[in-house]
């Protein structure tokens, strides 16, 4: 490990003294602790957040003590994913991770280093830096009281950071210095590598500066005259922002997650005894004044100062040294030109001029080492406030999995790196939700099926029983692979049930008995047509006796023909004994109008299934109702069945999940008066560990019908949105619907607006309660892809595969997916 040029042993001329108490000691009686930050995710925050953050770390900075150093550092560092082929997987999540594996992305890192100097030790400069020279401990070396003073003052900085929202984490001895088999905080950073095996390397400055392979470059912020003239917590994000909406990233967010290279960002703030420098700068004032004649340059310099100064005592602001600095590196040379390109364009997004660092850029670097923040050369810092300086900050990182077993893959929005997000349980957890229903909106092509078909694919896989309610056939291929039940109406196989056959072959309960009255009276009257409560008893001693007769009866099949048949001719019996008249139970009307679904009738079929039986104990059912939804009788009694199957589900099956997905056709169900049933869904699900999902694409829905305003948005927490372009101009409407803040219509109008070139995919955006808002990637293999397609000419080309491999659905999709391109 050498300093070229002259060579220099860095063992011999190391700085630090050791590590105790997990605080880093310096030869020069420096104390330096060390922390991890958690900082909010990018691109979730709104202007006010951005202030709010701001005014925390002013505070947090303002509380340090005198001769003390605030140094952050950022570490952006290129990786890649790492798939994960977990035993038990499913194909389509194998898909996933393999299509995903060594995805690039930039991983982020955030260490904080407060150093304590002694009180009669000054800054450094570039000409006595201790990278060139050792030195003796100062006068006041390391004593108990100072060490309490510094904890004290440390203690009250994370205190008011934590309760700003921002996490600390202090990093432990160990993790400072390293193991024998782990590289430590200090070896990472000499060495500009990611927390590894131990390994050297030589630094050479000369002729060019390289850390064993990599060509490293500085740009410094070390210069009034290089920076903007006002600066901002935070910046308007061109590329998302809309003449709608004001979309905000963090001011220095350019140089952070937005840079894509390895990069490394230091900030650095020197607390000063505030007195002494307000005194320092008067003297400055007073030798410009005198020499202003004879320069316009001292002129404008005593103007300068005397602003700073009037600033600094009648807003009581404290004046601070400032100094930032940006490291990249690559390991190819002739990637140094395309480095400084992206350096000085991110730097010019901030309006900072460029300005690459070559002499003074092993002091830096070497001032930059955790524990020497002390030997900072002072020439290279800069007069400013707190508050300005903290702009600088950066304040943001990537986005960040959750870690609960429960949700969904996504992407984060620069570079689609799946993210596990979880929009059920943790959520609810935290009290950003009461209740795991969720409302879907999005047009028509802006991917909503796409992302419903995901989302659901996910909780099937995740062990939940999954209800779909569709009229558009987007389900189709998913239930297909999954081997589920697609119940639909065609010309040559119609939609069939079987309401009477109980799941253990028992007697029904009490809830399923009244169900089955529920339809038969659904039958028998018209909505707007009352029943007579002897009617209700009738029905009820019908159902008794029928099932009491199957008991006796070991060979007949339950169904709604042996029902009918045991009305015929047992039913009959048992009403003459009891002496029941026409007027209170009317049996030969009630045959008549039920005879139609008796064998041989119009709609014998929809009754009387002898086959997909078990729907309690069946995970994934899709009701496909395209071709019913506008049929009088069939689509009322379809949906009290659909109904009747997910409320068995919700109360019989105790500790497991349940979902249940509404497509368009909650607007046929709501006109089938069906409107109280939706409304009990969503009000009681949340009861019985389930959810209920509606989805829909046009505004007017939300707009015209009270069902969904009412039961539907208010009993939702979970808002999912896709591509809202197409009611950019209405959508203020949809805002003050769904309860969106400014933040939240900010991104959801930020949606698709600025797409990675290349690559396939549609975003979305989620709200959960008001309290969490992200927009991520919906990215997926192209297994996934054509399990979910709509599309008809691809789904006939599964299909065809599907019936060459014998049925092989999974086999079918798996060629496809090599073959398309």
Wanted: aromatic residues 12%.
């Amino acid at each position: 490990m050498i300093f070229n040029t002259p060579h220099i042993d860095l063992k011999d001329n190391f700085p630090l003294y050791k590590v105790e108490k997990d605080r880093i000691l310096s030869r020069e009686g420096d104390i330096t602790a060390a922390f991890g930050l958690q900082l909010p995710e990018i691109f979730t925050l709104s202007a006010e957040d951005y202030l709010a953050l701001h005014h925390t770390w002013t505070k947090a900075i303002g509380v340090l003590p005198v001769n003390c150093v605030f140094h952050k550092q950022d570490w952006f560092t290129r990786a890649s994913h790492q798939a994960n082929f977990a035993p038990g997987q499913s194909f389509l999540s194998r898909s996933s991770e393999g299509f995903f594996h060594e995805r690039p992305y930039l991983d982020h890192r955030c260490h904080l280093y407060i150093t304590r100097r002694p009180l009669d030790k000054p800054l450094g400069n570039s000409a006595v830096s201790n990278l060139l020279r050792t030195s003796l401990v100062p006068t006041e070396s390391i004593s108990e009281k100072a060490w309490e003073h510094f904890e004290d003052a440390l203690g009250q900085f994370c205190q008011i950071l934590e309760d700003g929202g921002t996490e600390l984490v202090p990093i432990s001895g160990e993790e400072i210095c390293g193991s024998a088999h782990r590289s430590g905080v200090l070896e990472n950073y000499l060495f500009l590598k990611d927390a590894a095996r131990p390994e050297l390397m030589d630094i050479r400055f000369k002729p060019e500066w390289k850390i064993g392979d990599k060509y490293v470059l500085m740009y410094s912020m070390a210069d009034v005259e290089d920076l903007p003239g006002s600066v901002s917590p935070d910046a308007r994000l061109e590329r998302y922002a809309t003449d709608k909406s004001d979309f905000r990233s963090g001011f220095a967010a350019p140089i952070g997650a937005m840079l894509p290279c390895n990069h490394i960002y230091n900030q650095y703030l020197f607390i000063e005894d505030h007195q002494k420098t307000l005194k320092r700068l008067e003297s400055k004032r007073l030798r410009l004044e005198s020499l202003a004649a004879y320069s316009r340059e001292n002129a404008l310099s005593k103007e300068a100062t005397s602003a700073f100064l009037n600033e600094a005592i009648s807003e009581g602001r404290k004046a601070v040294k400032a100094h930032f600095n940006l490291m990249l590196w690559t390991e190819q040379k002739e990637g140094l030109t395309e480095l400084r390109n992206k350096a000085s364009a991110a730097l010019a997004k901030m309006d900072v001029t460029p300005r690459q660092e070559t002499v003074g850029a092993p002091q830096l670097f070497w001032a930059g080492l955790p524990g020497n923040q002390g030997a900072f050369p002072s020439n290279e810092a800069f007069d400013t406030f707190i508050g300005p300086a903290s702009c600088f900050l950066n304040l943001e990182t990537n986005y960040r999995s959750s870690i609960s077993p429960v949700g969904i893959r996504l992407g984060d929005r620069i570079t689609g790196h799946p993210v596990h997000v979880d929009i059920s349980d943790e959520p609810l957890r935290k009290g950003y939700i009461t209740n795991r229903n969720k409302f879907i909106l999005g047009p028509s092509g802006s991917g909503k099926s796409f992302f419903t078909n995901h989302m659901v694919r996910h909780y099937y896989e995740q062990g939940t029983h999954v209800v779909l309610v569709d009229v558009g056939h987007s389900y189709r291929g998913l239930c297909d692979l999954v081997e589920g039940y697609y119940f639909t109406y065609e010309e040559n196989n119609p939609i069939r049930f079987n309401p009477f056959v109980t799941a253990d072959g028992n007697p029904p309960d009490t809830e399923k008995k009244e169900s089955l009255k529920t339809l038969l009276l659904a039958l028998w009257k018209k909505d707007d047509e009352p029943f007579k409560r002897s009617e209700y008893v009738a029905l009820s001693n019908a159902l008794t006796g029928y099932y009491e007769y199957l008991q006796q009866s070991p060979g007949e099949v339950p169904g709604f023909n042996s029902f009918y048949e045991y009305l015929e001719v047992e039913f009959r019996e048992v009403l003459q004994r009891d002496g029941v008249k026409d007027k209170d139970f009317d049996i030969e009307n009630f045959m008549y109008v039920l005879r139609p679904y008796y064998q041989g009738g119009e709609f014998d079929y929809l009754l009387n299934a002898t086959e997909n039986l078990d729907l309690l104990h069946q995970r994934f059912i899709v009701f496909e109702l395209d071709n019913i939804k506008d049929h009088p009788i069939l689509f009322p009694v379809v949906t009290i069945i659909i109904m009747e199957i997910f409320i068995a589900k919700m109360r019989k099956l105790k500790g497991v999940r349940k979902m249940i997905l509404i497509e368009e056709a909650w607007k046929a169900i709501a006109k089938e008066g069906m409107a109280e049933y939706i409304k009990f869904l969503f009000k009681t699900v949340r009861k019985f560990f389930g959810e209920a999902i509606v989805v829909t694409q046009e505004v007017e829905d939300i707009i015209s019908s009270p069902v969904v305003k009412e039961a539907i948005i208010n009993n939702s927490d979970c808002k999912i949105l896709l591509d809202q372009s197409k009611y950019q101009n209405k959508f203020e409407r949809i805002q003050e619907l769904l309860g969106l803040t400014e933040k939240e219509k900010a991104q959801a109008l930020s949606i698709n607006k600025a797409n990675e070139p290349g690559r396939l995919y549609k975003e979305v955006f989620i709200s959960l309660g008001g309290q969490y808002s992200r927009v991520y990637r919906t990215e997926v293999s192209k297994a996934e892809y054509l399990a979910y397609t709509t599309e008809e000419s691809e789904r006939m080309q599964i299909d065809t595969l599907t019936r060459k491999y014998g049925g092989d659905r999974k086999k079918a999709i798996a060629v496809l997916s090599r073959e398309k391109p």
